[in-house]
């Protein structure tokens, strides 16, 4: 099976489960576990924060960040398209009783007009819009980037109409890697970020989200509330590390891969491609007689290729564990579908 679905689909490597198997533990609740330290002081680091927090998934850092950075009543921005409003079975609202308003966005990236155009004053009537939220490298925008110029102007318009920015960095390292920039430079211009270990970092568990120490210092109290609290947690928090000392440079690969599968699909008759493809993340449509999206990815499963459809859009994703040559079997395959659809 050439798994293309996500870049969560990776195993963890046998290097990566050796380090894991032989990690030195703790209790991490207790704050005892010394692997989950080192985890933090190094993710605190490199993003450029004061603290840190470890916490089992990067939904769980969404949700602790909200609550931690808002009141209920009160409102976020998200784009449209925004990870914390489509997938998150609206945590947001139900654990933090915020409105989640929507940006029009392109590629899931909006402009800082737009923040302003949606807000009304400040008033005894309207509920206070505190938070925007960005996402970096954006899922369902298709692995786009924000330039560090986006970014900083969308955070400073917020920031000088009183909100706070939160970064949804499941993809950070991606970006950093794509773009040249560090990524203390792109969790500069936001209060809090986080980064994802079980994206192309390819580690099976853990997520860290970072902040001031006294917005991190909050924030645990949620972690524990919503169960997010663990014990010998330095078993996961091993693979994270392995994951940041061996897995980030080669992000270039599937980057690399990703334009040779973008390139291979848009010379298939009848695929809709989209120009900009800036990371691992690749949406597109089918247009021909006879053929959709849904036909279209059973037919590739007859092929061995997985990919996830959400209506008419189709998403792949390549990561550690999809080869050049798989990558070049997936197109090939993609030309005898859409060839039997013209047929
Ligand atoms: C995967 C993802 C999440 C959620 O992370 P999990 O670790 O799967 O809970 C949040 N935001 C974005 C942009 C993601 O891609």
Request: glycine content about 8%.
């Amino acid at each position: 099976m050439i798994n293309l679905s996500s870049d969560t689909q990776t195993k963890p490597t046998a290097e990566m489960r050796a380090t894991m198997m032989n990690a030195e533990v703790g209790d991490e609740q207790a704050g005892t576990d010394p692997t989950v330290n080192a985890l933090l002081e190094k993710t605190a680091d490199l993003l450029g924060k004061e603290a840190a927090l470890f916490l089992p998934t990067g939904t769980m850092c969404n949700l602790v960040a909200v609550k931690t950075h808002t009141r209920p009543g009160q409102t976020i921005l998200v784009d449209h398209l925004a990870h914390v409003l489509r997938m998150e079975t609206g945590g947001a609202a139900l654990a933090s009783g915020v409105i989640v308003e929507t940006l029009p966005s392109e590629f899931g990236q909006f402009t800082a007009q737009a923040v302003k155009d949606a807000l009304w004053p400040r008033s005894n009537y309207s509920p206070p819009a505190t938070l925007l939220c960005v996402e970096q490298t954006h899922n369902f925008g298709g692995g786009s980037v924000w330039t560090l110029e986006e970014l900083t102007a969308v955070s400073e318009t917020a920031r000088d109409l009183e909100m706070a920015v939160h970064m949804d960095g499941a993809r950070l390292m991606n970006a950093v890697v794509a773009s040249g920039n560090s990524a203390a430079d792109f969790s500069a211009v936001c209060d809090t970020v986080w980064l994802d270990f079980t994206k192309g970092l390819g580690a099976p568990i853990g997520a860290v989200l970072a902040g001031t120490a006294d917005f991190i210092n909050r924030a645990r109290r949620y972690k524990h509330m919503f169960g997010g609290a663990m014990r010998q947690a330095g078993i996961a928090a091993a693979g994270c590390i392995y994951a940041l000392d061996h897995h980030v440079d080669r992000l270039a690969e599937d980057h690399a891969n990703m334009q040779l599968l973008a390139g291979g699909l848009r010379q298939v008759p009848g695929l809709i491609v989209p120009d900009r493809v800036d990371t691992n993340i690749l949406f597109f449509e089918v247009a021909a007689e006879g053929m959709d999206a849904a036909l279209f990815e059973a037919a590739m499963r007859e092929y061995d290729v997985q990919m996830v459809r959400l209506g008419e859009r189709l998403r792949m994703v390549t990561h550690l564990d999809v080869s050049q040559q798989e990558i070049a079997e997936a197109v090939a395959a993609a030309g005898e579908v859409m060839a039997l659809a013209a047929v």
